[in-house]
């Protein structure tokens, strides 16, 4: 067991990527130890599954979305709706990332997609760099929370857990993340007196939506396709892929034959690199498991405890400090089949832990030095990564307050799956 993820952490020490410490440890101990004939099935039997097909249509759906106009329409949409209160620009900045989300089920599609023109109308208006940047990662976060989510489709494949479960369980926990960021933006501008937009009258607000209201149909197609039986969650992808086409071709016509192959060789390589990652965790789970690792694990934690609680805070406080250290979606690959178990002995709901481990993930990709979301805003904002990594760390307390809310009190995750499906 230390041998492998000696092995392993040496690996990334010395600033291999994760993948390829995955692959290289794993195929190490076949070789020494038999069975790397077993290597190749391993890995193809870790991709061969119908719900990870969602993940590369997601992925191109939420680009398309970026592309096609929709950014701009979200964004005045936000902005004629929150601009008038204190806080102005953070708030539409919020508001904007919780309706992109049902759009691209991607922290880093937002940040991206979002961050560059909501960095711009926050500095034409006075708001420093580091006010900017950090609201505009930290609003990120919704992302995966919200349905679609791309983390909750791979967590649901690993787990055994129905996506269509994870994805309502993740709307009131982004509604409460968005209220706690909406909260904090108030006290700062309040203390530093940034602008305020004048209110806008009922009928602008009204055109605003009009031009918004088909692209916020798609998180409706997505989820009342799902659970009204017509779609699973894979078709439910490719109909988000198919609607994002005709907004972009055919009603805001902003989507370019040469974009739109640009952007189907862009999922390519995204999907590549998740795929790589996927498969690459398959094989070192099945090292672990021939080691018995899970096992082993779970008898250490419950040496520990054997309260739910104090499980769910300690491998909080496990990922949070692994995060800031080693990217979220592989850690999230590499955690759950060594954690699922233990969650099942404990009694925990796995798509409560689910949500729980998402929101961790997320607040992983905020936190210096490894924060993704962090690398993302700083370049499409011209904002340096060192003024950014210290204006992030105020809004990770609203968030962490909202994450051990979620822990104490469980029926804020599970309110909706228990009574809609």
């Given at each position: 067991?230390?041998?492998?993820?000696?092995?392993?952490a040496a690996?990334?020490?010395?600033?291999?990527?994760?993948?390829?410490?995955?692959?290289?440890?794993?195929?190490?101990?076949?070789?020494?130890?038999?069975?790397?004939?077993?290597?190749?099935?391993?890995?193809?039997?870790?991709?061969?599954?119908?719900?990870?097909?969602?993940?590369?249509?997601?992925?191109?759906?939420?680009?398309?979305?970026?592309?096609?106009?929709?950014?701009?329409?979200?964004?005045?949409?936000?902005?004629?709706?929150?601009?008038?209160?204190?806080?102005?620009?953070g708030?539409?900045?919020?508001?904007?990332?919780?309706?992109?989300?049902?759009?691209?089920?991607?922290?880093?599609?937002?940040?991206?997609?979002?961050?560059?023109?909501?960095?711009?109308?926050?500095?034409?208006?006075?708001?420093?760099?580091?006010?900017?940047?950090?609201?505009?990662?930290?609003?990120?976060?919704?992302?995966?929370?919200?349905?679609?989510?791309?983390?909750?489709?791979?967590?649901?494949?690993?787990?055994?857990?129905?996506?269509?479960?994870?994805?309502?369980?993740?709307?009131?926990?982004?509604?409460?993340?968005?209220?706690?960021?909406?909260?904090?933006?108030y006290?700062?501008?309040?203390?530093?007196?940034?602008?305020?937009?004048?209110?806008?009258?009922?009928?602008?607000?009204?055109?605003?939506?009009?031009?918004?209201?088909?692209?916020?149909?798609?998180?409706?197609?997505?989820?009342?396709?799902?659970?009204s039986?017509?779609?699973?969650?894979?078709?439910?992808?490719?109909?988000?892929?198919?609607?994002?086409?005709?907004?972009?071709?055919?009603?805001?016509?902003?989507l370019?034959?040469?974009r739109?192959?640009?952007?189907?060789?862009?999922?390519?390589?995204?999907?590549?690199?998740?795929?790589?990652?996927?498969?690459?965790?398959?094989?070192?789970?099945?090292?672990?498991?021939?080691?018995?690792?899970?096992?082993?694990?779970a008898?250490?934690?419950?040496?520990?405890?054997?309260?739910?609680?104090?499980?769910?805070?300690?491998?909080?406080?496990?990922?949070?400090?692994?995060?800031?250290?080693?990217?979220?979606?592989?850690?999230?690959?590499?955690?759950?089949p060594?954690?699922?178990?233990?969650?099942?002995?404990?009694?925990?709901?796995?798509?409560?832990?689910?949500?729980?481990?998402?929101?961790?993930?997320?607040?992983?990709?905020?936190?210096?030095?490894?924060?993704?979301?962090?690398?993302?805003?700083?370049?499409?904002?011209?904002?340096?990564?060192?003024?950014?990594?210290?204006?992030?760390?105020?809004?990770?307390?609203?968030?962490?307050?909202?994450?051990?809310?979620?822990?104490?009190?469980?029926?804020?995750?599970?309110?909706?799956?228990?009574?809609?499906?």
């Amino acid at each position: 067991m230390f041998g492998i993820f000696g092995g392993w952490a040496a690996l990334l020490a010395v600033g291999m990527p994760v993948a390829f410490t995955l692959y290289v440890v794993s195929i190490i101990y076949l070789l020494m130890n038999g069975g790397i004939a077993l290597a190749p099935q391993k890995i193809i039997a870790g991709l061969n599954s119908f719900p990870l097909l969602a993940v590369p249509f997601f992925i191109f759906s939420g680009l398309l979305m970026n592309s096609a106009g929709i950014t701009d329409k979200m964004f005045k949409f936000a902005r004629d709706l929150t601009g008038h209160f204190t806080g102005s620009l953070g708030h539409v900045n919020v508001m904007a990332s919780l309706l992109f989300s049902g759009m691209s089920g991607s922290a880093h599609a937002d940040a991206g997609g979002l961050g560059q023109l909501e960095i711009k109308a926050m500095r034409d208006e006075g708001y420093d760099d580091g006010f900017s940047g950090a609201i505009t990662a930290a609003s990120s976060v919704i992302g995966p929370l919200m349905p679609p989510s791309i983390p909750m489709v791979i967590y649901g494949v690993m787990s055994g857990a129905s996506v269509g479960a994870l994805f309502l369980a993740g709307v009131v926990p982004a509604l409460l993340c968005a209220g706690a960021l909406m909260l904090m933006v108030y006290a700062i501008a309040k203390k530093k007196g940034y602008p305020v937009y004048p209110r806008a009258s009922f009928k602008t607000i009204c055109y605003s939506f009009k031009d918004a209201a088909l692209a916020l149909l798609t998180p409706v197609l997505i989820i009342g396709g799902i659970f009204s039986g017509i779609v699973t969650p894979t078709e439910a992808a490719v109909v988000a892929s198919l609607y994002a086409m005709f907004l972009g071709f055919f009603v805001y016509r902003e989507l370019s034959i040469k974009r739109f192959v640009e952007l189907v060789h862009e999922t390519i390589n995204t999907s590549a690199v998740i795929g790589f990652l996927i498969g690459g965790v398959s094989l070192f789970g099945y090292v672990i498991i021939k080691e018995d690792i899970p096992l082993k694990a779970a008898e250490l934690f419950l040496q520990v405890t054997d309260s739910p609680l104090i499980f769910l805070l300690l491998v909080s406080v496990m990922l949070f400090i692994l995060g800031a250290f080693i990217e979220t979606l592989a850690l999230l690959l590499i955690l759950i089949p060594i954690l699922l178990p233990i969650t099942v002995q404990l009694g925990i709901d796995p798509v409560h832990f689910g949500v729980v481990v998402v929101l961790n993930m997320m607040l992983g990709i905020l936190t210096p030095p490894m924060g993704v979301s962090l690398f993302v805003v700083a370049k499409v904002g011209n904002i340096p990564y060192e003024t950014l990594a210290r204006s992030v760390l105020i809004f990770l307390v609203p968030l962490i307050a909202v994450l051990l809310m979620i822990i104490f009190f469980p029926q804020l995750v599970m309110f909706l799956p228990n009574h809609l499906l």
